[in-house]
């Protein structure tokens, strides 16, 4: 499920939640529990999809950086490739 869809679900969640609330008064009524658990889960599968994320972004990062690395273009060649400004010092 992507991110954005689990978001907009937990936002609705907790606007259920804090309507609950205020028309049941007892924040451990079985309704409320069992809405409260579901968002406790889209919030574990959202933190699990964002750390997947940064860990591909890190991985992606890392192989694009060894890829440049270990090519022979001259710097100025990478910075075009790259849209990237180098500097030559002399």
């Not at 809405?35 to 992606?60: G, P, T, W």
């Amino acid at each position: 499920m992507e991110t954005s869809h689990l978001v907009r679900r937990l936002q609705l969640l907790q606007r259920r939640l804090c309507e609950m609330a205020n028309d049941l008064g007892n924040l451990t009524d079985p309704e409320i529990v069992a809405v409260s658990e579901e968002a406790d889960r889209l919030i574990i599968q959202l933190q699990r999809l964002r750390k997947e994320e940064a860990e591909y972004r890190k991985m992606s990062n890392h192989t694009c950086n060894v890829s440049m690395l270990a090519t022979s273009k001259l710097a100025e060649e990478i910075g075009q490739q790259e849209r990237a400004f180098f500097v030559k010092h002399s």
